[in-house]
């Protein structure tokens, strides 16, 4: 299978092609250069592994929660390159992504992401290692503010891992849900890598999309949408 994976949701720009059992990434933490660097990276991992886009099977799409602007990058790409090869995407949860990449490299059952989402809150994400190793969510991702989180049970058959830059953004967060946790990874941002298995599976399930099918995960819509203006009587 041939697929590419693309995410700017975060400080991060992921980019990630795997040719059968190959992969070859770049991954690069530079804030607001992703405009400047994502499809040179592109150019890199295609001519590095003699793949063209056209010889991909699908393009897979870290879709948020994260940046909006970030997001509209990675999403505008990958819907460019989709148009013009005749590709369809599969979007995968940013937040998902950075459970992957603790499933495949700790013994954790579960996995409990914040990243930053400005205005003092985190968008959360809690995954359950499935049969495969893959992230499966136990709750639906959200805006979480600074608080006890309801959705982690006090005990679990198995070790739970925080991850994701949201727990150093705010250390008050993690003081208030520590003891729920047997240990803190250094997962801080999506790796495009790590995109690559969830994407097979949700190709495989036939859940990729058309390219104008896709929508980035904002889940603060009142800021990603605009304003609706009104009028005062005087």
């Not at 013009?84 to 954790?108: D, K, N």
């Not at 949408?225 to 009104?230: A, G, T």
């Amino acid at each position: 299978m041939k697929l590419l994976a693309l995410d700017t949701s975060s400080v991060a720009c992921s980019v990630a092609l795997q040719s059968d059992a190959a992969i070859t990434e770049r991954h690069e933490e530079r804030p607001r250069e992703h405009t400047n660097i994502l499809l040179p990276m592109i150019r890199e991992v295609c001519k590095e592994t003699d793949v063209a886009i056209a010889d991909l099977d699908a393009l897979v799409l870290g879709n948020g929660p994260g940046s909006f602007i970030g997001m509209r990058i990675a999403a505008s790409v990958a819907q460019g390159l989709a148009y013009a090869a005749g590709l369809r995407i599969v979007p995968v949860s940013s937040l998902a992504a950075v459970a992957a990449e603790v499933f495949a490299t700790h013994e954790a059952q579960e996995v409990v992401v914040a990243q930053d989402a400005h205005m003092h809150e985190v968008y959360l994400g809690v995954y359950r290692r499935d049969a495969a190793g893959l992230p499966q969510a136990i709750a639906p991702e959200r805006l979480c503010a600074r608080q006890a989180i309801a959705e982690i049970a006090a005990d679990i058959a198995g070790r739970r891992v925080a991850a994701g830059f949201g727990w150093q953004r705010y250390p008050e967060l993690l003081a208030l849900n520590r003891d729920r946790f047997d240990s803190i990874a250094e997962a801080h941002y999506p790796r495009a890598r790590y995109l690559l298995d969830p994407g097979a599976a949700g190709l495989n399930s036939a859940e990729a999309l058309d390219p104008q099918q896709i929508a980035p995960a904002y889940l603060r819509q009142r800021v990603a949408e605009k304003p609706v203006s009104s009028t005062r009587n005087v």
